[in-house]
């Protein structure tokens, strides 16, 4: 308006330079303004960093305390029953020694063929029918449940060590993810070392360098300065959709594991025989479930920190 409206030269050339001079400011200022959200947002991701391998670590502890994959094959070969190694202790010292048929020490873990040695020996033992009888009603719910359960319970140790295994990739992933998420501002600690020795201020000092030294640059610099801190800001992003992931897979397998270990038909008439880790097993798995739904997930990660993240939104503003 005052450009249009200027008389003579001298005043069009003044008002062009302070034109060139408010446009420079206000670029600056934009720049500084994209510098100050890609701050916030880099903070709240190393907050997110910081909870989800909290959150890793528990998991971890979670596998490599679960009974899961050391008391599976307690409870599913009747092999591992006191009640059956009396059963073929009795039919050992009754059987006929001419007819009757040792296994190997191979197949004599085999749940299967041991249960059909068992049995072949019993019917062919010197023992009477109603001693046969009475020996076979103090197995008979073992024998039961282990047959029955045998490769129900197989799977809930396989997809147990499958989520044991997904879950030392996610622990590895996140480690990956900070080495790259810091390489930018020149942090060269291992997550792991960052958060024994409590080092998260010094990743502060080095990101708060990073964005002086970036508002500093020229223009061609400060945009490859500002891609390089955002690109791992992105990346952190994926992370947090392969972390949900995970734990609605895991709470969907140990949903699946109950259903698994509820359908046991006999179990009232048997309940009285039944192992007790099959109960403590349910009750794991009780917990677990619990655990997936609440202290694993990352509800604050998912709401508010992900705003943050997204659009640099500062939590006291």
Not at 6 to 11: H, N, R, S
Not at 54 to 72: G, M, P, Q
Not at 142 to 153: C, E, G, P, V, Y
């Amino acid at each position: 308006m005052l450009l249009t409206s200027a008389l003579t030269i001298e005043e069009k050339v003044d008002l062009l330079i302070k034109k060139d001079i408010l446009k420079e400011e206000l670029q600056k200022l934009k720049n500084d303004n994209l510098s100050d959200i890609s701050k916030i947002r880099y903070i709240k991701g190393l907050q997110v960093i910081k909870i989800l391998y909290e959150k890793v670590l528990s998991l971890d502890h979670h596998f490599a305390s679960v009974r899961t994959l050391s008391e599976i094959n307690k409870i599913s070969n009747p092999n591992e029953y006191p009640e059956f190694s009396k059963l073929k202790d009795i039919i050992d010292s009754h059987k006929d020694k001419k007819n009757a048929v040792d296994l190997t020490s191979v197949l004599g873990t085999n749940t299967i063929v041991s249960v059909v040695q068992t049995f072949t020996n019993l019917m062919g033992s010197n023992l009477s029918k109603d001693e046969k009888e009475k020996e076979l009603a103090q197995v008979e719910c073992i024998l039961d449940f282990t047959l029955r359960m045998h490769n129900d319970l197989n799977t809930i140790y396989y997809e147990t060590a499958f989520l044991q295994s997904s879950n030392d990739k996610i622990k590895q992933d996140i480690e990956v993810l900070f080495k790259d998420y810091t390489k930018p501002i020149g942090y060269t600690e291992t997550l792991q070392k960052c958060r024994s020795n409590d080092d998260w201020e010094e990743v502060m000092l080095k990101m708060d360098n990073y964005i002086s030294k970036m508002k500093s640059a020229s223009d061609d610099s400060q945009t490859k300065m500002q891609i390089n801190l955002d690109f791992p800001i992105d990346r952190l992003l994926q992370f947090i959709t392969q972390y949900n992931s995970f734990i609605d897979q895991g709470g969907k397998f140990y949903e699946k594991f109950k259903i698994i270990l509820n359908s046991y038909e006999n179990e009232k008439q048997c309940e009285t025989k039944l192992p007790l880790e099959y109960k403590k097993l349910k009750d794991d798995i009780d917990v677990a479930i619990d655990k997936f739904n609440i202290a694993y997930r990352p509800v604050e990660v998912n709401g508010t920190k992900m705003k943050e993240i997204l659009y640099g939104i500062n939590e006291f503003e």
